[in-house]
Structures are given as C-alpha cells and as structure tokens.
C-alpha cells in the first residue's frame, strides 16, 4: 500500500451537480496531482497543488477545481457534473517538485458515474 | 501527435516465460524521465520502474526492466520469469523538463494476461 488514500471509492451524482473528491497524501509528501482516467484511457492530468498552490494545469475547464489544505490533503472539486466526467479519478502524492524526486504514489481512485 | 505510443492493446504470455511491452515516446527536450505503472483492477497505479534521459544504464528493479534507446525514442518493458500476479493493464507514461510541476503523460495502455 502507498499511503495515498482516496474518499470516496465510488461516487454516482446527477448531470448539473457538484462533486467534491477528497485524497490524503503520503506521509512526508506535500505535493498532490490529480488525473481522470475514462474507461479504456490512460490517465490525464488535471492539476497539480504544491504547498497550497496550483502548481500546474492540464487541459480542463475552470469547473474543475481543487485545494490543498496545510496537511497537504487535497480536494477535487467538479462543478455543473457532465456524462463525459464518468471516470476514475485518481489522486497521486510526491516530493516537492525536483528532477530528483522520482515518484508518484498513487491512491486507489474515485470511480464517478454521472447520469 | 501522441507523446506516448503503446502498439500492444493487449498481450499473453506463458507464465514463467519473459514478456516485452512497448512504448515510444515524442518529446524535444533534453530532460525527461520515463516510467512504467501496473494497473490492477482495483484501479490504483503501481509504480514500477523510472528512466531518466540522461541515465547511461538500463533501469533495473528486480523481475522489471527497461530497455530505453535514446535515439529510437523508446522505452520498452521487459517483464522476466512472468507470474499470474502480473495480468493487469501497463501504462507508460513520461515527465517533461524539470522546471514547474511533476506533470505525467500516459499512454493508452497494454492489458497483459499471464497464461498458467
């Protein structure tokens, strides 16, 4: 196990409502990126926190939104929930940034079903 | 164009037998870092192994490693003595640079069955 824990494991909401998906990181870690996995995909990013600051951005619109809090858990927020947001959502910790630090541990995921 | 290309949506392979995965990858800059993720079907991503642009010599983490040549922009996984544990999906995925945030690209993924 990675010590990256994610809440909740499985999600379903209604098109048009809001999410909030929570990940604690790894012991030690104070950096958290977050992908979206759709089914038969690879994961792609979405952003990135480092020491409470977004520290990177994929190619998502503004209504996804996070926040990373002093002990550097972090939140996803999805707002105005669409079908295409059906996904396994996943929460990865590591080190501050470096060409050195070469790991991510990831979390076992937050599957979302809209409908 | 996609920066990380794995050909291999799917792969078997006899158990105790060595089983190769591929991945090439796009990219202009100099420093990079390459690195292979299991998937089991729980959903959370394993890391496995890691390869640096400048690293002279192959990554080796015990049954894994990577066969990386620079210049043909590839990352391959090979996998010895195959175990029914191994059946999961394999993402390559790449970092670019060093400046800004610890940013992965994925592939698409291999699903590799390991065959008793």
């Known amino acids: 196990e990675t010590g990256v824990t994610q809440s909740p494991t499985h999600l379903i909401k209604t098109r048009g409502q809001q999410v909030t998906l929570r990940c604690s990181s790894q012991s030690g870690h104070n950096t958290v990126s977050w992908y979206q996995q759709a089914l038969g995909q690879g994961p792609q990013f979405i952003f990135q926190?480092?020491?409470?600051?977004?520290?990177g951005r994929g190619n998502f619109p503004p209504r996804f939104s996070g926040l990373q809090f002093p002990n550097y858990s972090s939140e996803l927020n999805v707002n105005a929930l669409e079908l295409d947001d059906s996904a396994l959502y996943l929460c990865?910790?590591?080190?501050?940034?470096?060409?050195?630090?070469?790991?991510?541990?990831f979390g076992q995921g937050t599957r979302l079903t809209v409908v | 164009a996609q920066k990380i290309t794995q050909t291999q949506p799917g792969m078997f392979v006899q158990e105790k037998e060595a089983v190769t995965l591929d991945c090439t990858y796009d990219t202009s800059d100099q420093s990079y870092g390459l690195f292979w993720y299991k998937q089991p079907s729980s959903g959370e991503m394993i890391f496995l192994i890691y390869q640096g642009s400048y690293d002279e010599q192959n990554a080796t983490e015990g049954r894994y490693s990577l066969n990386f040549q620079k210049a043909r922009k590839s990352a391959n996984l090979v996998i010895s003595a195959s175990q029914l544990g191994d059946s999961a999906m394999y993402f390559c995925?790449?970092?670019?640079?060093?400046?800004?945030?610890?940013?992965?690209?994925f592939g698409k993924g291999t699903k590799l069955s390991v065959i008793p």
């Open positions: 990865a910790s590591s080190l501050e940034p470096r060409p050195t630090n070469t790991e991510a541990f």
């Open positions: 995925a790449m970092r670019e640079g060093w400046a800004g945030s610890y940013q992965l690209t």
């Open positions: 926190y480092y020491r409470e600051e977004e520290n």
